[in-house]
Nanobody, 126 residues
């Protein structure tokens, strides 16, 4: 069973917006930092944004800062990624991920995440 399930991807014109959701399935991640990563064709998976579980502190890649917002609803065991002013270079498969409980290390490093979803495609046309 996939522990995380993403939804909300799609095709949008440049300048448009999308909201991605990531729902936990089969377990809770209320005490885990959560993150969003993306992978474009022929490129490595890269960090997009992360949010910790206790203070709600967020951290973003420079490429999305000011345009994307990560948030979480622990009661619903769901994490969101609000994406505004989308650009063609944002086109990628977007993945939701979670670290182990109470991990507070480098949350921008994908290798520190233990649970992953299957991804949702975001395509931005020019």
């Amino acid at each position: 069973q996939v522990p995380l399930v993403e939804s909300g991807g799609g095709l949008v014109q440049a300048g448009g917006s999308l909201r991605l959701s990531c729902a936990a399935s089969g377990r809770t991640f209320r005490r885990s930092a959560m993150g969003w990563f993306r992978q474009a064709p022929g490129k490595e998976r890269e960090f997009v944004a992360t949010i910790n579980w206790n203070t709600g502190r967020t951290y973003y890649a420079d490429s999305v800062k000011g345009r994307f917002t990560i948030s979480r609803d622990n009661a619903k065991n769901t994490v969101y990624l609000e994406m505004n002013d989308l650009k063609p270079e944002d086109t990628a498969v977007y993945y939701c991920a979670a670290v182990m409980e109470n991990y507070f290390g480098d949350l921008s490093n994908r290798h520190n995440y233990n649970y992953w979803g299957q991804g949702t495609q975001v395509t931005v046309s020019s």
